[in-house]
């Protein structure tokens, strides 16, 4: 399902464009990396997944997108672009009014996000107001028009319900209702179906696609769960140790792998796997940010090992007909013949 | 790679540095050293280093011992600070209504207060912990019938329950620490009881009852080692606290009785002259009572932040 | 709901009942009022006269009978000393009690929250530590010796404000208080801080510490995913987390403010409860001892009771669970 709002022939202006995102933390003396040089688009109405372990630096790319950084994390390079115009310098008061009017989030646990001691309308009518000059009537009014929307019943008695009085989708529904309230550009959603149960995760996803298709808001989808991603988004992104290793359409990048981590994700699903047969599993565990090695960051785990991996990082190449990979010795090269043998 | 006359078959002997290395890599030994990082809390422990070293000391410092009435003189009655008296004594801070030296009533009452304060705590400690623990290792009703009980005194001030066992009991020493206890003892049950709670349900617990361990070893060499950090950080707030309790209850005539002058009777005999511009009898007291306190407090703060589970890694 | 209220009355009552149990055993039990009160040269004849005026022959479970019924129609005694009902010794001077009680309470919570909210929200600063430290000094120093010493700095020495004693009495919406003329407050400027010193540092560390958990939670950081303005995300976001265990923990606390009044009142001469019971204390005057305490006892009772109430109020997912 693409985007049907693409008028063909017109330019498009990237709804976010991240390039060369730089973000660190400094802790005592040292200065740790969590994002090294991540670049990604976003077109409107195209849904870009962002896969990684925990640690990968997805989410602290999506707070630095979104300008929500804490102390001691700060931006040390790169731009982010947001319908054209680079926030990364801009000041605190405008990064504020693009909030949640240009650029919204969704976190994972509705029931942590959402403030237990206000009623969700008093919270969905907070986000409206802040942005629009509009009467708390009409504010109300939108309120209640796109809780409809998200799927919920009775949206006008709900809008006086407390976020305790909901169950754990319907809290997540809300959630990214406050999301779209002002018809953002882009949405980032961090691991926003992660704690939910499958069922209603598939409701959830599906109501997503629409809603991107319909309104033409771009979304980041945040996970480490590639079989969420598979069925969602348009193109995506594999994150190791705050860099890029994979990136490029959904279809091309599952169904043809070239980094090694990504074959390892993939074989490590459970519907990868033979019954019977034991898990497969990516060796080792991702180093710790202050213990990153030189070379490519993999290499420690990596099956494909070889001459120069620990020594020099890979840049992102990207080949024809092919997704961008971070790798001296990607699969589907002369090495290895698509195979991939253990190196140790 | 030292020479040594030591038989060779011998045990090599640790330097001393070795050794205090060594021990300054206990988990004790880390605490401390984070502790006394703080300015602020290796000052306060050293004024109240100073404070208890001059209140175990004060028979041997002070020029006359404030109790034995043979040796105060009541024609040297408040007398201003540095003044001599007709004994050729000299009063550093002067003296109170009775011809008493202020600095050797103060090192007297200090002592007083300390003895106090740390006998009440030790015993009301021991009963909160016998208590704490028993209620939460049992939990169930037990439980609930002994924190219902902690919970309602806990809900009284301590001033009030102590005016009135001090109204019923009368004065005297012992009465005084008696009513501490009883004062103090809830508080320490409780915080004894929600950290055995949280140790409890940590695994090693779980491994000592896999063991059919006893349930007196459990608790004395498991249970309550593990929880003692918050136990420490109160008893050096409460031991602060009932110090300046005493002192309230002695500065209101209830305390301890006139012939053994606590700070908080000094300062009571003080405050009814003060108005004739006797101001050293209240001030120098109060002063004592405070660093002391505040000592206490910091080293107890700081304390808190170091054992605090959350910080340690 | 309205059976956790009916419990929770319950368990008020039963408390009320234990403590009247335990007063009476232990005021009734010691001392004997008769020795004081009696000239000393009286004959055994009519030491016994006036036990029995007094009541004191009767076996003690029957005094307390005899005293539980009296209790339960108001009547708690008459003072031996004032030979007035005990009870209405109290009432007549529980306002000036009430009144500095309830000043030092507002004074520690204007004082203490906006401190405490600024050291919560910039932890780092100096100013904070500042704030910090000198709320450990609050709670660190005796009360009753600073009491003393604002009396020698603002009274002796700079003549200010009056040392002891209430000021003139007015009226502020038919109640006789003394807030009611500038007199009266300055009366009551130095006694209210003064009782308010222990709580102001409460106060500030409560509110510190809450404050520093609330923003640090998940929904604060989705008000600013909104693009709140900092302003609302504070106080409509944060404090109202904040004043949940800040309105318990201080209800609780008048309580103890009321006690401890007792000291101030001593030190001050302000003419309410406080200074009674310690008079009465001190003469064995057991009736208003014991009235004293019961009254005490039912006041704090009611405060523990409001104070879970305020609780289910301001939270909530604590209201009836049958709706959703």
């Known amino acids: 399902m693409r985007a049907s709002h693409m008028q063909p022939g017109k330019l498009q202006q990237s709804a976010l464009r991240v390039s060369d995102l730089v973000t660190v933390f400094d802790v005592g003396h040292a200065t740790l990396n969590a994002v090294s040089g991540v670049s990604f688009d976003i077109n409107p109405g195209e849904i870009h997944g962002l896969v990684g372990e925990s640690g990968s630096g997805k989410s602290i790319t999506a707070f630095s997108v979104m300008g929500l950084l804490e102390a001691p994390g700060r931006i040390a390079g790169g731009s982010v672009e947001l319908n054209g115009r680079d926030i990364v310098g801009?000041?605190?008061?405008?990064?504020?009014?693009?909030?949640?009017?240009?650029?919204?989030?969704?976190?994972?646990?509705?029931?942590?996000?959402?403030?237990?001691?206000?009623?969700?309308?008093?919270q969905m009518i907070d986000a409206v107001l802040v942005h629009n000059d509009v009467s708390r009537k009409e504010a109300r009014r939108q309120a209640a028009a796109m809780l409809g929307r998200m799927g919920i019943p009775s949206p006008e008695d709900r809008l006086d319900a407390y976020p305790h009085q909901f169950s754990g989708g319907m809290r997540q529904r809300v959630a990214i209702a406050i999301a779209l309230l002002n018809k953002p550009t882009v949405i980032l959603a961090d691991e926003s179906t992660t704690a939910l149960d499958v069922t209603i995760q598939a409701q959830i996803l599906y109501e997503v696609r629409r809603l991107a298709d319909d309104m033409g808001t771009a979304f980041l989808w945040?996970?480490?769960?590639?079989?969420?991603?598979?069925?969602?988004?348009?193109?995506?992104?594999?994150?190791?140790?705050?860099?890029?290793?994979?990136?490029?359409?959904?279809?091309?990048v599952l169904e043809n792998p070239q980094h090694p981590y990504t074959r390892g994700l993939i074989d490590s699903l459970p519907s990868s796997n033979r019954r019977g047969e034991p898990l497969r599993q990516i060796k080792g565990t991702a180093p710790s940010l202050d213990a990153l090695p030189a070379g490519c960051a993999f290499a420690p785990r990596c099956p494909r090992v070889g001459p120069g991996c620990r020594e020099t990082m890979p840049d992102l190449r990207h080949a024809a007909g092919r997704s961008a990979v971070r790798c001296h010795y990607p699969l589907n090269t002369s090495q290895n013949d698509g195979e991939h043998r253990d190196h140790g | 790679?030292?020479?040594?006359?030591?038989?060779?078959?011998?045990?090599?002997?640790?330097?001393?540095?070795?050794?205090?290395?060594?021990?300054?890599?206990?988990?004790?030994?880390?605490?401390?050293?984070?502790?006394?990082?703080?300015?602020?809390?290796?000052?306060?422990?050293?004024?109240?280093?100073?404070?208890?070293?001059?209140?175990?000391?004060?028979?041997?410092?002070?020029?006359?011992?404030?109790?034995?009435?043979?040796?105060?003189?009541?024609?040297?009655?408040?007398?201003?600070?540095?003044?001599?008296?007709?004994?050729?004594?000299?009063?550093?801070?002067?003296?109170?209504?009775?011809?008493?030296?202020?600095?050797?009533?103060?090192?007297?009452?200090?002592?007083?207060?300390?003895?106090?304060?740390?006998?009440?705590?030790?015993?009301?400690?021991?009963?909160?912990?016998?208590?704490?623990?028993?209620?939460?290792?049992?939990?169930?009703?037990?439980?609930?019938?002994?924190?219902?009980?902690?919970?309602?005194?806990?809900?009284f001030p301590a001033i009030l329950i102590a005016l009135v066992l001090l109204a019923l009991l009368g004065r005297g020493i012992d009465k005084v620490i008696a009513a501490l206890v009883f004062v103090q003892w809830a508080y320490y049950a409780r915080t004894v009881r929600s950290a055995a709670m949280s140790e409890l349900k940590k695994e090693y617990m779980e491994a000592a009852r896999c063991l059919a361990l006893s349930p007196r070893v459990i608790l004395l060499s498991h249970l309550l080692p593990n929880s003692l950090p918050p136990i420490i950080v109160v008893a050096t707030m409460q031991i602060a606290s009932a110090i300046a309790i005493e002192s309230t209850l002695s500065f209101l005539g209830l305390g301890l009785p006139v012939t053994e002058p606590s700070l908080g009777l000094l300062i009571a005999n003080g405050f009814n002259v003060m108005m004739s511009g006797y101001y050293w009898i209240s001030i120098f007291p109060g002063v004592a009572l405070l660093i002391t306190v505040i000592s206490v407090n910091l080293m107890g703060d700081r304390l808190r932040d170091v054992l605090n589970p959350r910080n340690r890694r | 709901m309205s059976a956790f209220i009916v419990r929770r009355l319950f368990q008020a009552a039963l408390v009320l009942l234990v403590m009247s149990v335990l007063v009476f055993v232990g005021i009734f039990a010691v001392g004997d009022p008769v020795e004081i009160l009696i000239n000393p040269d009286a004959t055994q004849e009519q030491i016994e006269r006036a036990r029995v005026v007094l009541g004191l022959d009767r076996p003690l479970y029957e005094q307390y009978l005899h005293f539980l019924q009296n209790a339960l129609q108001g009547d708690l005694g008459s003072s031996f000393v004032y030979n007035r009902p005990a009870l209405e010794l109290i009432f007549e001077r529980m306002p000036a009690t009430f009144e500095l009680a309830a000043a030092a309470m507002l004074l520690a919570i204007l004082i203490g929250v906006p401190l405490g909210v600024y050291a919560g929200l910039y932890p780092d600063r100096g100013s904070s530590k500042l704030i910090m430290a000198g709320s450990i000094f609050g709670f660190s120093v005796p009360s009753f010796w600073v009491g003393i010493m604002m009396i020698m700095l603002f009274s002796v020495y700079l003549g200010w404000l009056p040392a002891t004693g209430r000021g003139e009495v007015g009226e502020i919406f038919g109640i006789k208080t003394s807030l009611a003329t500038l007199n009266g407050w300055q009366h009551l400027m130095l006694p209210a801080l003064n009782l308010a010193l222990f709580k102001v540092a409460l106060a500030i560390r409560l509110t510190r510490a809450s404050m520093t958990e609330v923003m640090g939670q998940e929904f604060i950081r989705f008000a600013r995913a909104k693009g709140l303005r900092e302003r609302r995300i504070v106080w409509v976001y944060g404090f109202r987390h904040v004043m949940i265990p800040l309105v318990t923990v201080m209800a609780m606390e008048f309580g103890s403010v009321l006690a401890f009044a007792v000291v101030t009142e001593t030190i001050f001469a302000w003419p309410g409860m406080g200074k009674l019971i310690i008079d009465s204390i001190n003469l064995l005057d057991r009736p208003v001892v014991v009235a004293y305490l019961l009254v005490t006892a039912l006041i704090f009772v009611v405060l523990n009771l409001l104070a879970d109430l305020s609780y289910a109020a301001l939270d909530p997912r604590l209201r009836a669970s049958s709706e959703g």
């Open chain 1, 90 to 122: 801009i000041s605190p008061e405008e990064k504020r009014k693009l909030r949640g009017r240009d650029i919204s989030m969704v976190f994972q646990d509705p029931m942590m996000t959402l403030n237990p001691l206000l009623t969700i309308g008093a």
């Open chain 1, 222 to 252: 945040i996970t480490h769960d590639l079989s969420v991603v598979s069925g969602l988004a348009d193109t995506i992104s594999v994150m190791y140790m705050g860099r890029i290793v994979e990136q490029g359409e959904t279809s091309v």
């Open chain 2, 1 to 155: 790679m030292r020479e040594s006359t030591r038989h060779p078959d011998a045990a090599p002997t640790k330097s001393l540095t070795a050794s205090l290395s060594g021990l300054l890599n206990t988990p004790a030994g880390r605490n401390a050293k984070e502790f006394f990082a703080s300015p602020v809390a290796l000052v306060a422990s050293l004024v109240l280093g100073s404070v208890l070293i001059l209140a175990i000391f004060a028979p041997l410092i002070s020029m006359q011992n404030p109790h034995d009435l043979n040796s105060i003189d009541i024609m040297d009655a408040r007398l201003a600070p540095g003044a001599t008296g007709w004994s050729d004594a000299y009063y550093l801070l002067g003296t109170d209504s009775q011809g008493r030296d202020m600095l050797s009533a103060i090192l007297y009452g200090l002592r007083t207060s300390l003895i106090v304060a740390v006998t009440s705590g030790a015993i009301a400690l021991a009963i909160g912990i016998s208590i704490g623990l028993a209620a939460a290792y049992w939990g169930g009703r037990v439980e609930a019938i002994l924190m219902r009980i902690v919970d309602i005194q806990l809900s």
